[in-house]
């Protein structure tokens, strides 16, 4: 719980019943002091707030205060005036910015029983394309290390799509192509790269090399939907601090975008954006639109 949260809500507990003895004992009386007490209390909450919220605060909630005389007999009434302008103020003056406690835990359960539901008709796709890849006598799979949540790292997996020199044929195209070296400097990806297999663009461009991370979504190191994971060589290019809120996705607004003209910058906006607007609804925009670049094969 956020501490505006808390704030707002122990003084709205303290204010009803404060509202509630003081009318009991006092009756009519009461009635000239309890505005008072509960601007008090306004008052000493806007200060909670800092300069940037007071004034807005005490302004609007302290026009209820004319409420409560016609109203002092009802606890009840009183605490719901208070639970509403806690709720009110912090949803207006102090919005969230991201998802909610509720709603994070909500994503991770939703992920997890995904994983279990989608992994007889998975299961058997990833064992498939497994055995074609291992065809060459290399390794079918392919892990790299990844900075996720909180900056930590983690082990991603993906179905192998490269060839196994992969880094010395990519240098020898660098050499005698400066257009490429110039593209892989600023984007780290290329249009035509030697270093995929003939399966491997098929697995690309069909998301499908995607698939073991389901692994890294059960173990809590990606979620179904977020950024696209870093590499850790890419931090130093990336200057945005909302990649480092969330956990990585399998997709997410990059995936579904233009990808190869995508530079850091792009990125850090797609984050950004989709650190603000995260929900459920979001969440199956964005796995609707994956499912239309998977038919389309527009993946890279």
Same mark, same amino acid.
């Given at each position: 719980?956020?501490?505006?949260?808390?704030?707002?809500?122990?003084?709205?507990?303290?204010?009803?019943?404060?509202?509630?003895?003081?009318?009991?004992?006092?009756?009519?009386?009461?009635?000239?002091?309890?505005?008072?007490?509960?601007?008090?209390?306004?008052?000493?909450?806007?200060?909670?707030?800092?300069?940037?919220?007071?004034?807005?605060?005490?302004?609007?909630?302290?026009?209820?205060?004319?409420?409560?005389?016609?109203?002092?007999?009802?606890?009840?009434?009183?605490?719901?005036?208070?639970?509403?302008?806690?709720?009110?103020?912090?949803?207006?003056?102090?919005?969230?910015?991201?998802?909610?406690?509720?709603?994070?835990?909500?994503?991770?359960?939703?992920?997890?029983?995904?994983?279990?539901?989608?992994?007889?008709?998975?299961?058997?796709?990833?064992?498939?394309?497994?055995?074609?890849?291992?065809?060459?006598?290399?390794?079918?799979?392919?892990?790299?290390? !990844?900075?996720?949540?909180?900056?930590?790292?983690?082990?991603?997996?993906?179905? !192998?799509?490269?060839?196994?020199?992969?880094?010395?044929?990519?240098? !020898?195209?660098?050499?005698?192509?400066?257009?490429?070296?110039?593209?892989?400097?600023?984007?780290?990806?290329?249009?035509?790269?030697?270093?995929?297999?003939?399966?491997?663009?098929?697995?690309?461009?069909?998301?499908?090399?995607?698939?073991?991370?389901?692994?890294?979504?059960?173990?809590?190191?990606?979620?179904?939907?977020?950024?696209?994971?870093?590499?850790?060589?890419?931090?130093?290019?990336?200057?945005?601090?909302?990649?480092?809120?969330?956990?990585?996705?399998?997709?997410?607004?990059?995936?579904?975008?233009?990808?190869?003209?995508?530079?850091?910058?792009?990125?850090? !906006?797609?984050?950004?954006?989709?650190?603000?607007?995260?929900?459920?609804?979001?969440?199956?925009?964005?796995?609707?639109?994956?499912?239309?670049?998977?038919?389309?094969?527009?993946?890279?």
């Amino acid at each position: 719980m956020a501490l505006s949260e808390i704030i707002f809500l122990t003084f709205g507990c303290l204010g009803a019943v404060v509202v509630g003895v003081v009318t009991k004992v006092l009756a009519d009386d009461a009635k000239l002091f309890i505005p008072r007490i509960a601007q008090n209390l306004l008052r000493r909450a806007s200060l909670k707030l800092g300069e940037e919220y007071a004034a807005g605060f005490y302004e609007e909630w302290s026009a209820h205060l004319i409420e409560i005389p016609e109203t002092s007999g009802k606890l009840w009434h009183a605490a719901t005036i208070y639970f509403w302008g806690a709720y009110r103020i912090r949803q207006t003056l102090c919005p969230a910015v991201g998802a909610t406690a509720r709603q994070r835990i909500f994503k991770r359960i939703l992920d997890i029983v995904f994983v279990g539901l989608s992994f007889p008709s998975i299961g058997p796709i990833v064992l498939l394309f497994a055995v074609l890849v291992a065809l060459d006598g290399k390794s079918p799979f392919y892990s790299q290390m !990844r900075v996720g949540q909180n900056g930590r790292t983690f082990r991603i997996w993906k179905l !192998r799509t490269m060839f196994y020199d992969a880094d010395k044929r990519l240098e !020898r195209y660098l050499e005698r192509n400066v257009n490429a070296r110039l593209a892989w400097t600023e984007y780290r990806r290329l249009r035509s790269d030697p270093r995929i297999t003939k399966i491997g663009w098929f697995l690309r461009k069909t998301s499908l090399d995607e698939l073991p991370q389901l692994w890294n979504v059960l173990n809590g190191t990606m979620s179904l939907v977020g950024p696209r994971p870093l590499l850790i060589e890419q931090q130093r290019l990336y200057d945005g601090e909302a990649y480092y809120k969330l956990r990585p996705g399998i997709t997410g607004l990059w995936q579904i975008s233009r990808r190869l003209c995508c530079d850091f910058k792009y990125r850090e !906006r797609l984050d950004d954006e989709y650190f603000k607007q995260q929900s459920l609804w979001t969440d199956i925009k964005i796995m609707l639109a994956t499912c239309a670049v998977v038919c389309q094969k527009t993946g890279a």
